[in-house]
């Protein structure tokens, strides 16, 4: 299978709750930072360190279920699951952030909070769904987003069979 292939196969969505805000240029800003969410979950599900690594801040931190409570510092921690479990499924994957709720900090800084659902075939053909809890924080610098913390609660990564 072609990495364009897979990158077709494991995709990202968004379900949205109604709630405007009513501002156009707020609401504009919102959306940025769930598209840039969006990308950086789509690095993830395809195994895409290169990707991850342009999208997250250098000295990104984060509490995650695969650091058993301990506070993670940097990308090194999460290259080991990309180079031996992500980078190499060949399943289709779907991810759904419902319900992502933005905090605007500022011009320069944002926090998304969302429910994330995985859907992937287990071991034995299965389909099997998988949830977490996550917030990320976002600072723009030189007009771009990076991920500089985030928090996941519920799930690994990394699909289990």
């Known amino acids: 299978m072609s990495a364009q292939q897979l990158r077709q196969q494991r995709t990202v969505s968004v379900q949205l709750a109604g ?3 009513g501002l156009e240029t707020e609401e504009a800003r919102k959306q940025e930072i769930i ?5 950086l979950i789509e690095a993830i599900n395809n195994g895409d360190f290169e990707a991850y690594t342009k999208i997250c801040d250098p000295g990104l931190t984060s509490f995650e279920p695969e650091a058993l409570g301990n506070l993670v510092e940097g990308t ?16 289709p994957i779907h991810t759904i952030l419902l319900n992502p709720h933005v905090h605007l900090i500022g011009d320069e800084a944002a926090c998304i909070a969302y429910i994330r659902l995985t859907q992937y075939i287990d071991g034995g053909g299965m389909p099997r769904t998988m949830q977490s809890e996550e917030t990320r924080i976002w600072h723009r610098r030189d007009s771009k987003w990076q991920n500089i913390h985030f928090h996941r609660s519920g799930s690994p990564t990394v699909p289990t069979n």
């Open 19 to 21: 709630n405007n805000s």
């Open 35 to 39: 598209k840039v969410t969006e990308q």
């Open 76 to 91: 090194d921690f999460h290259r080991f699951y990309f180079e031996n479990a992500l980078s190499k499924g060949k399943q």
